[in-house]
């Protein structure tokens, strides 16, 4: 079982940057994809980025490609969400999911309880 914690919320300008973390307990990390995914009032949850266990593979939504990077530390057992050149349609609340063991594209069965990102204009 793996619990994903996010941190590093907040508030940030236009244009700004900001880079949101996930720590997840458990001795599994390295096996597992993780992802994010975010959810603005009023909207459905949508996917944002994804990263396999290994690094190698990553996956974007077209709104945040150019933009926003995944990374992961498996020593750590951290996965990054870095963001750059923020917009306001990217305020939501921002989620850690971490997928079934070696599987790609992942399907998740953890989730976190999110970190608000709000982006002012």
């Known amino acids: 079982q793996v619990q994903p914690v996010e941190s590093g919320g907040g508030l940030v300008q236009a244009g700004g940057s900001l880079r949101v973390s996930c720590a997840a307990s458990?001795?599994?990390?390295?096996?597992?994809?993780m992802g994010w995914f975010r959810q603005a009032p009023g909207k459905e949850r949508e996917f944002v980025a994804a990263?396999?266990?290994?690094?190698?593979?990553?996956l974007y939504a077209d709104s945040v490609k150019g933009r926003f990077t995944i990374s992961r530390d498996n020593a750590k057992n951290t996965v990054y969400l870095q963001m750059n050149s923020l917009k306001s349609e990217d305020t939501a609340v921002y989620y850690c999911?971490?997928?079934?063991?070696?599987?790609?594209?992942?399907?998740?069965?953890?989730w976190g309880q999110g970190t608000q990102v709000t982006v002012s204009s």
């Open positions: 999911a971490s997928g079934f063991p070696f599987t790609w594209p992942p399907r998740y069965d953890y």
């Open positions: 458990g001795r599994t990390f390295s096996t597992l994809a």
């Open positions: 990263i396999s266990w290994g690094g190698s593979s990553t």
